[in-house]
């Protein structure tokens, strides 16, 4: 081995990913790798290039900057860069320059893409950089989360349905489906031998030309993983997550007791907040829905314990908040009798986006029938909001600062004032009307007519889509809303204050990605109101490149886990949740992570920036 291999072997051994790799595998890489220096201005490439190596910081400093000149990151020893470009089409969205003089390990792209295929350390830690349709799901299993310390038994589907070895595939087969079940277990003298699933059928049967007389003995997955009932669902998760198996079979002293597939630990997953949406259906009083609604933090906690990803807690805590809303609309309509005219309780923000976390503030309006005559109808719509909007206070969603809900009269019009408002918007696009339309430009509606609300979503959309001066200054709003990144490439944090030394990761994460997607909606009259949604129609749409959305939604569910992840530690802790996240809570690669992240934001928004220029 020449001293120039052993130089290599030593340092990367010493830094992430590097460091997962067994010696002989560092020792061939450095035998391909070549050394590049690159003084104080130089370019290692431009934006657009298709890079042929991998590159590792061995010295000195570099700056990753967007078509703008704005830094991206900031590259030091140690550091590595251009796997993103590798991972995806070979072409780089970023320029990376020297800041001092700096020397680079360069591995050619054929090796780092072998390291990748051969060996799952290497390749986990760039799983964030990956294209989302190639990314694993990955599972964040706690022992502390309310899903993972429950036994078996208490999710397991109990008394399985068994055949014997003998009994043929077409039989066994016409079981399933008359049971409406993917799996059957095969038991010999009471005893489990094995597990046929309908994935057996179709791989080991079907494909494979062989007759479905043969038995069930011949292509059943013999002797199978099992745990018993009184095993924690811990247990059960990390042990089909390591072997790649969606059913596992429960035993009773080797009896055949239940089974646990994926679909049960997602109804469990979700099982607390149907219990809560049941419970506030049953009850009148404020204080006892607000009982209820005091478990969602600890519904937060659980689901992001149990790895559900960040959309999916987002749509359903705000599920239970659409619940709470329409059942406060119902006790309303009781005490005050029926509306006089045809009403919509639409909500915006969070709420109309369906992304609600454990922080959340009210905000919502009413749009009336043009039949609403304000000396006949005002103070029943008045004490409507009232009853409604004092109702989500006590429960916990408080009253919005800028005074945006339904209590307010100027968003509890007619249909006609509504329409009004958002010609006006449009026409006249001032800072304030830049706001309003952000805002209502979310609006998704609750209950009541929704007709009401149809006409004027499409109408608005059109009219926002002809206007290219709306449109500039919805561009220009959105760009307000910068990453936590400084000059040198690192976090800017919060300096003073009660949240000194951290990030905002709302206002400097969630809040720049919403407001892209909305513009990129508005550009392809979308009518989806949820981030996530959007920028998926908007790539259909053409709105957005389909790299640039790719990279938007993974920013989005990362910071999104991140921001959840801290809520949920602060729950944990009896604190409340709030956005502010300290960045030396995390990991190394966790930080990278969110550095390249925040990154992705600020390509993006000087993209769309120099295109509306």
Known sequence: MTTAVEDFVRFAARHAPFDALPEDVLQATGELAMLREVEAGDVVFEIGERLACFYLVRRGVLDAQSPEGQPIARLSTGESFGARALLRDGITSARVIAVESSELVCIPATAFLELIRKHKAFSDYFDRVRPSAERKAAVSLEPTNMLASSTVAEIM?????????????????????AKNISCVLVEEEGKLTGILTAGDLAGRVVAEGRSPEIAVAEVMTAYPYTLEPGDLVFEAML????????????TDDGRPAGIITQTNLVRRQSLSAVFMISDIGKHRAIDDLAAVVGKVPQLLAQLVGSGMEPFKV???????????????????????GPAP???????????????????????????????????????????????????????????????????????????????????????????????LSSVMFDL???????????????????LAKKNSIFRAHMIANSLKHTPPIGFLGGFALIRSGEHKDTVDLKHGGIVPIVDLARVYALAGSIEDVNT?????????????????ADD?????????????EHQARQIRAGQKPDNYMAPGSLSALERRHLKDAFGVITTLQSALSARSA
């Not at 042990?239 to 429960?250: F, Q, R």
């Not at 998704?444 to 609300?453: C, K, N, Q, V, Y």
């Not at 939604?553 to 886990?561: G, M, P, Q, R």
């Open 157 to 177: 589907t109990a008394d399985p349905i068994t055949v014997a070895p003998a009994v043929s595939v077409r039989e066994a087969a016409g079981i399933m489906r």
């Open 239 to 250: 042990l089909m997550s390591e072997n790649g198996i969606g059913h596992l079979p429960i």
């Open 314 to 336: 987002g749509h359903l805590v705000t599920t239970i908040t659409d619940a709470l809303t329409k059942r406060l609309l119902t006790l309303a309509i009781e005490n005050l």
């Open 341 to 435: 005219v045809p009403y919509l309780w639409l909500a915006c923000g969070s709420q109309g986006r369906r992304e609600q976390t454990g922080v959340s503030d009210q905000d919502n309006c009413l749009i009336l029938s043009d039949d609403y005559v304000e000396a006949e109808h005002g103070d029943y719509f008045a004490a409507l909001a009232k009853f409604v909007s004092d109702g989500l206070d006590a429960c916990g969603y408080f009253y919005c600062p800028g005074d945006m809900m339904a209590t307010n009269p100027r968003w509890r019009q007619p249909l006609k004032v509504w329409r009004r408002y958002f010609r006006g918007w449009i026409d006249q696009p001032d800072p304030m009307a830049q706001m």
């Open 444 to 462: 998704r509606p609750i209950a009541g007519d929704t007709s009401l609300f149809e006409g004027l979503q499409r109408e608005t959309l059109e």
């Open 532 to 548: 996530r949604d959007r920028l998926i129609a908007a790539r259909k749409a053409h709105t957005v490149s389909e790299s640039g």
């Open 552 to 564: 938007l939604i993974d920013a989005f569910d990362f910071i999104s886990k991140m921001r959840l």
